[in-house]
C-alpha cells in the first residue's frame, strides 16, 4: 500500500484533483472546437451534453455525455482499485467532480447540472443502482420527451436502490452523499422543475409544423 492514505492532506489532494478534473466544460469546449459557438449563449444555454445535442446533434451530445460521465467515474474508480478496503474514501471523492462540473472555476462558477458526471461516480459506486436509475430515465424521455425529468426520476431511483438494497446500505456515510448528490442534481434543475410546473419546459424533441 503506497503512500500513507491515513494523512488527511492526502485526502485533500484527492478531493482537489476531482474537482478539478470536474471542472473541465467539455460541453462548452466541443461547443467551440466544433461549431465556434458559446454554448451558454444558444438553446437552453445550459453547459451540458442535452444542450449540445439539442444545437449540434446527437453525436456531438453523445461525446460530451460520455466525457462528462468519466469524469466523475475515473476519480472514484482509481479511489476504489487503489485502496478496495477504503470505501468511504471513495464516496468522498464522488462529490469532487461533481461539484466541479457544477461550479466549474473556468466558467465563472456556472457549470452543468451534473446528471452525466453523477451517473459516472455512481457507475463505480453502484452499478446496479446506476442501471435501473437509466431504465427509468429512458422510459420517462421515451414517454414525455422532457429529459430533465427522466433526470430527475433517475436520480431518484437510483437513490432508492442505495437507501433500500444497496449492498453498502448499511453505511451511513454512503447514504449521506447519496443523498446529497441526487439533492445537487435537484438544486441544479430547480428551474426545470418550475417550467415543468408550468408546461413551459422544453422537449428533447420538436414536433414538425
Not at 479511489?79 to 462529490?95: C, D, G, K
Not at 451511513?172 to 448528490?181: A, D, G, R
Amino acid at each position: 500500500m503506497p503512500g500513507d492514505w491515513t494523512n488527511p492532506v492526502i485526502y485533500a489532494i484527492i478531493f482537489v484533483l476531482g474537482f478539478l478534473l470536474g471542472s473541465i466544460p467539455f460541453a462548452y469546449i466541443v461547443a467551440k472546437f466544433v461549431a465556434g459557438i458559446d454554448i451558454r449563449k444558444v438553446g437552453s444555454g445550459n453547459v451540458g451534453a442535452t444542450n449540445v445535442a439539442r444545437v449540434l446533434g446527437l453525436k456531438w451530445g453523445s461525446v460530451v455525455f460520455i466525457l462528462d460521465a468519466l469524469k466523475g467515474f475515473i476519480p472514484v474508480i482509481v479511489v476504489r482499485i487503489w485502496m478496495p478496503y477504503n470505501f468511504e474514501l471513495a464516496m468522498a471523492t464522488s462529490l469532487a467532480p461533481i461539484l466541479g462540473h457544477i461550479f466549474t472555476p473556468f466558467l465563472g462558477f456556472k457549470g452543468g447540472k451534473g446528471v452525466a458526471t453523477s451517473l459516472g461516480a455512481f457507475i463505480a459506486l453502484t452499478p446496479i443502482g446506476v442501471l435501473l436509475g437509466f431504465i427509468v430515465w429512458m422510459i420517462s424521455v421515451l414517454l414525455t420527451g422532457y429529459v430533465s425529468l427522466g433526470s430527475l426520476l433517475g436520480s431518484l431511483t437510483t437513490l432508492l436502490w442505495v437507501i433500500f438494497f444497496d449492498p453498502h446500505r448499511n453505511s451511513m456515510p454512503f447514504l449521506v452523499v447519496s443523498s446529497l448528490i441526487v439533492a445537487l442534481i435537484w438544486f441544479s434543475h430547480r428551474s426545470n422543475i418550475r417550467r415543468l410546473i408550468r408546461g413551459e419546459e422544453n422537449k428533447i424533441w420538436k414536433k414538425k409544423g
